[in-house]
């Protein structure tokens, strides 16, 4: 066993990470980090490394470390990525990995940006179960029904899709995918009554047909939502004026 | 500290009414059917019979002295211009992040658009290769003065 763990190969890989301490620069800066990786290693690790032994100043977000609760998305290499799910050995290595902050929301420190406006567009599409009875139990549904929506039950909120989204990065006041997707896992659900809001909601001027079908937002997404997919189906319900 | 969450269930007022539903319905009707108008007519006066050689004044004279073309052509001038328009509409609403600028240039588009349209149904429907009282050089050499 020790010996297997010995076998995993190591190498040393050139980490940029786009740096920014409002109290100190006006622009952001490139500063690069080499560290010595394994072959098991993930981006957060080399972050965590450089943080806890290189310079405890780099700020990032993270929380489970394990793709469950969407803290870490970031520009890796020029694509949205959660850190905690990116394998370096799956990276070119032969170059330095580019790490920035997702695009489109302002950058507070380093890889840190403002989600507010993020979440904003989440609480505008009411993410929640609204229906008008009181039930004494719970409210049944058939398999089939249940599939319906399953694909957007999946999101993690963590704005990998909506920060790739180039109608997003010039148009901050768009919902975006990620907004539309939660809606999606409602206006779908056959137990929700609030289809007609949400359809309402998103046909707003800044609503899904701000969508051009990209396709940035699928590519994305660490949850392997088919996120232009769900747009779609919410643009076919708003043309139809029902789920 | 009890926290108040305030009527979540009440529906958020809404905004202005807006057309965005059926201009992106637009797009996708007047694509395909620029597709069919647009090779159609670039076959009929590029490849068949004669091919380009045929093209002068001539030809054009021809086919808007025939109602079939004069409605074929304006179809192509309309949906490809208000496609056009409200394309750029669409990249000048991305893009332009003040809003008197942002009104001011899709004005100017569809003043623009709109006069381009007016000016080219005005052409196809009026035009005539041989005005009366025009002097007899300018005149194509089909018409009857000659
Ligand atoms: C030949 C057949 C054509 C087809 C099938 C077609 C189809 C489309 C569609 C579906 C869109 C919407 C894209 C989106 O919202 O994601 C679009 C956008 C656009 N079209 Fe066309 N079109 C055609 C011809 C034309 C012509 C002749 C013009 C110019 C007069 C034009 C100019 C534009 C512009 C400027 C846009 C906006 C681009 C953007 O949204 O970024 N198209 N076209
Ligand atoms: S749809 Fe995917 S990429 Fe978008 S916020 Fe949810 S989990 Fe992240
Ligand atoms: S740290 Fe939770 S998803 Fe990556």
């Known amino acids: ?243 | 500290m009890a926290v108040i969450i305030e009527t979540p269930n009440s529906p958020r007022t809404r905004k202005q009414a807006n057309w965005e539903k059926y201009g992106w319905l637009f797009m996708r009707v007047s694509g395909p059917l620029l597709i069919v108008l647009i090779f159609t007519h670039l076959v009929v006066n590029l490849v068949v019979g004669d091919g380009i050689k045929a093209i002068d004044f001539a030809f054009v004279a021809g086919k808007w002295a025939d109602p079939f073309w004069q409605v074929w052509d304006m179809a192509m001038l309309w949906l490809a211009l208000i496609h056009g328009t409200n394309g750029m509409r669409t990249i000048v609403n991305d893009y332009v992040e003040k809003e008197t600028l942002r009104k001011g240039l899709v004005t100017t588009l569809w003043a623009v658009g709109g006069l381009l349209i007016l000016l080219g149904t005005l052409v196809i429907f009026t035009f005539d290769p041989c005005p009366a009282g025009a002097a007899a050089e300018l005149l194509p050499s089909f018409c009857p003065a000659n």
């Not at chain 1, 370096?88 to 695009?103: G, V």
């Not at chain 1, 359809?199 to 937002?217: A, H, M, P, Q």
Request: hydrophobic share 35%.
């Open chain 1, 1 to 243: 066993m020790d010996k297997a763990i010995a076998e995993v190969a190591s190498f040393t890989v050139t980490l940029m990470i786009r740096r920014f301490d409002p109290e100190v620069d006006q622009e952001p800066k490139w500063v690069d980090y080499d560290v010595e990786m394994f072959g098991t290693d993930r981006v957060l690790d080399a972050l965590h490394k450089i943080k806890w032994e290189i310079d405890g100043s780099l700020t990032f977000r993270r929380s489970c470390a394990h793709g469950v609760c969407g803290s870490d998305a970031m520009r890796i290499n020029g694509r949205n990525r959660l850190a905690c799910k990116t394998l370096i050995k799956d990276l070119d290595i032969s170059n330095p990995i580019y790490i920035e902050p997702i695009k489109g929301l302002p950058v507070e420190k380093d890889l840190i940006v403002n989600m507010e406006p993020f979440y904003q567009a989440y609480r505008d599409i009411n993410p929640f179960l609204m229906a008008s009875d009181t039930p004494a139990k719970e409210r049944l549904q058939s398999p089939e029904d249940r599939a319906r929506y399953d694909d957007t039950t999946k999101c993690i909120l963590c704005a990998a899709c909506t920060t790739s989204c180039p109608v997003f990065w010039t148009d901050g006041q768009y919902f975006g995918p990620a907004a539309i997707v939660n809606a999606h896992r409602f206006i779908f659900d056959s137990r929700d009554e609030g289809a007609q809001v949400r359809i309402d909601i998103l046909n707003d001027k800044e609503g899904v047909w701000r969508c051009r079908t990209t396709f940035n937002c699928t590519e994305a997404c660490p949850r392997g939502i088919e996120v232009t997919k769900a747009i779609a189906e919410v643009k076919q319900a708003i043309l139809r004026g029902r789920p």
